[in-house]
């Protein structure tokens, strides 16, 4: 797809944000996600151009994250936390779930092009595993049946909010905020919880510090 003068003026802005314009690269890529839903060749090439680097250099960053999709994402994101705390307690069987309902496996879109499923690895929200996260959003300790209502939700076109607060608003809407955070919208929910300050709450009751860290020369 051709890039539009105001997505290359908006690239410009990105760029402009960094001493060295190749920094703005990755900020570059969620725009074009935001935009089109996916990273298109044209659109790398477009990054490229504007921070002075070959289209190649822009595809090996574009390829090596697993955050930047190189083929429509459809309209939600599903993310399942397969990694060890997740999986212990209960997210491969969230995962088996939502295959069986979406009818995809990992890294796949479903064929109505509303959602995109994919395993993912530790969102540090391990006090709330199993997690999944929908276009980014978190949904603390979910079960598979709660994951099919949400995606079932999602599918009827029903609000649905993180477990955390926040409206899910879809894949381009979250991309868009990674680029522009000053939306407003950082401050809504509940980021931290009794359970997430739980060991700190202990800590602070037995009186409990860490060590002080040695001066240089003094280790060991
Ligand atoms: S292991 Fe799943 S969030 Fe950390």
């Not at 410009?12 to 990273?39: D, I, K, T």
């Not at 099919?148 to 955390?164: H, K, P």
């Not at 926040?166 to 381009?172: E, L």
Request: contains cysteine; charged residues 20%; hydrophobic residues 40%.
């Amino acid at each position: 797809m051709a890039i539009s003068d105001s997505t290359r003026e908006q690239l410009q802005q990105l760029a402009a944000r960094y001493p060295r314009p190749r920094s703005a690269l990755m900020p570059m890529l969620h725009l074009m996600q935001s935009l089109e839903g996916e990273v298109t060749p044209d659109g790398i090439a477009a990054c490229a151009d504007v921070v002075g680097v070959s289209a190649a250099e822009a595809t090996a960053v574009a390829s090596f994250y697993t955050m930047y999709k190189r083929q429509p994402v459809g309209e939600h994101h599903i993310g399942v936390c397969v990694n060890t705390g997740c999986g212990l307690l209960g997210g491969d069987a969230v995962y088996e779930a939502l295959c069986e309902r979406l009818g995809v496996g990992h890294n796949a879109a479903t064929e109505d092009g509303k959602f995109w499923l994919e395993r993912i690895e530790c969102q540090a929200a391990c006090t709330h595993a199993p997690v999944m996260t929908v276009d980014w959003e978190y949904m603390d300790d979910v079960t598979p049946a709660a994951a099919v209502d949400v995606v079932d939700r999602l599918a009827r076109g029903e609000e649905v909010r993180s477990t955390r607060g926040p409206v899910i608003r879809g894949f381009q809407a979250t991309e868009r905020s990674l680029v522009f955070p000053d939306d407003g919208l950082a401050s809504e929910g509940t980021p931290v919880d009794a359970k997430m300050l739980a060991g700190l709450t202990v800590a602070k009751e037995r009186g409990m510090s860490a060590p002080g860290i040695p001066a240089a020369g003094q280790e060991g």
